[in-house]
């Protein structure tokens, strides 16, 4: 099996890119790609689907313009990340987990990052005390669990996406690779720009 990461670090852009993707879209399973500089190191997050998640020619598309966006700069695909839709769901299901193998096994060392959709409700957004609201998951076996620890989200992010979503309502600007496909037009490349 490929190696996966023990420990990840996410900057505030990427954190707050993810999370808004999963807040803009409250009752569906979403996902993306994190993109960096070398394995462990998240510097953006790319948002990819919010419905038809286990389809495998446009991950394949949607993989292959990521690595050609980001190549030039010497970045790459370090991680993915996952919300369900079903609130108090905290397990990669098995199309999470296929695009998650998928992942690991072309780029050695990435990262899965569940989003805990109890703390996104409660804790994520309390403007006062915001929790990080990512797990860790970890391949135990032939099980996928989220672990304790092992994500460093940059200290500002959490208190920024309070206000981002609560203040600025900028859910609402995230663009995934799913809203490119219905209207090109979309930059679903540019969300850290747009966004954060």
Not at 54 to 72: C, I, K, N
Not at 102 to 117: E, N, Q, Y
Request: charged letters at 20%; aromatic letters at 6%.
């Amino acid at each position: 099996a490929a190696a996966m990461a023990a420990a990840v670090e996410v900057s505030q852009r990427a954190y707050c890119t993810l999370m808004l993707h999963a807040l803009k879209r409250p009752h569906a399973a979403c996902n993306g790609v994190l993109v960096g500089p070398k394995a462990g190191v998240a510097e953006e997050a790319v948002p990819l689907f919010h419905s038809g998640l286990a389809l495998a020619p446009m991950l394949e598309v949607a993989l292959a313009q990521v690595e050609a966006h980001y190549a030039p700069g010497g970045m790459r695909v370090v991680g993915y990340y996952h919300a369900n839709e079903r609130m108090g769901d905290n397990k990669l299901g098995a199309a999470a987990r296929a695009i998650a193998e998928k992942i690991v096994s072309v780029c050695p060392g990435a990262a899965t990052l569940l989003v805990d959709s109890e703390a996104m409700s409660k804790g994520a957004l309390d403007a006062a005390a915001p929790e990080v609201a990512v797990r860790l998951c970890a391949r135990e076996g032939a099980s996928w669990q989220a672990k304790e620890g092992g994500v460093s989200v940059a200290a500002t992010a959490p208190a920024l996406l309070a206000g981002y979503y609560g203040d600025e309502h900028k859910h609402r600007l995230v663009v995934d690779f799913e809203d490119h496909l219905e209207d090109v037009s979309k930059d679903w490349l540019a969300n850290g720009e747009a966004v954060c």
